[in-house]
């Protein structure tokens, strides 16, 4: 079963920034895509940022382009979400997950962390 922790969110004044980590305990971590989602009270959960096994591979949301960097350090089974610029409707809890390839729905995945809660203040 999968292990998910993540870490490093907060409360952020708009334009601010704020980097989230998530260890991943999984067998053979560089084998993985790793994923960032966000989900707000009422709402669907959505797909943020993915990078794949194979770097320079990334993918982001629309919303997020040129604002959030997605990173993983291999060493240390964890990925990491850069936030830059933020803006009061990336308030949302987040959270990341694994697969063996970029896989963008949330609905793919069994297993979910607790999540780290981000918010931005106008």
């Known amino acids: 079963q999968v292990q998910l922790v993540e870490s490093g969110g907060g409360l952020v004044q708009a334009g601010g920034s704020l980097r989230l980590s998530c260890a991943a305990s999984?067998?053979?971590?560089?084998?993985?895509?790793l994923h960032w989602f966000r989900q707000a009270p009422g709402k669907e959960r959505e797909f943020v940022a993915a990078?794949?096994?194979?770097?320079?591979?990334?993918v982001y949301t629309n919303s997020v382009k040129g604002r959030f960097t997605i990173s993983r350090d291999t060493a240390k089974n964890t990925v990491y979400l850069q936030m830059n610029s933020l803006k009061p409707e990336d308030t949302d809890v987040y959270y990341c997950?694994?697969?063996?390839?970029?896989?963008?729905?949330?609905?793919?995945?069994?297993?979910w962390g607790q999540g780290t809660q981000v918010t931005v203040s106008s």
């Open positions: 997950n694994v697969a063996l390839k970029v896989t963008l729905s949330p609905n793919e995945y069994d297993y």
């Open positions: 999984v067998r053979t971590f560089s084998r993985y895509a």
């Open positions: 990078i794949g096994w194979t770097d320079p591979i990334s």
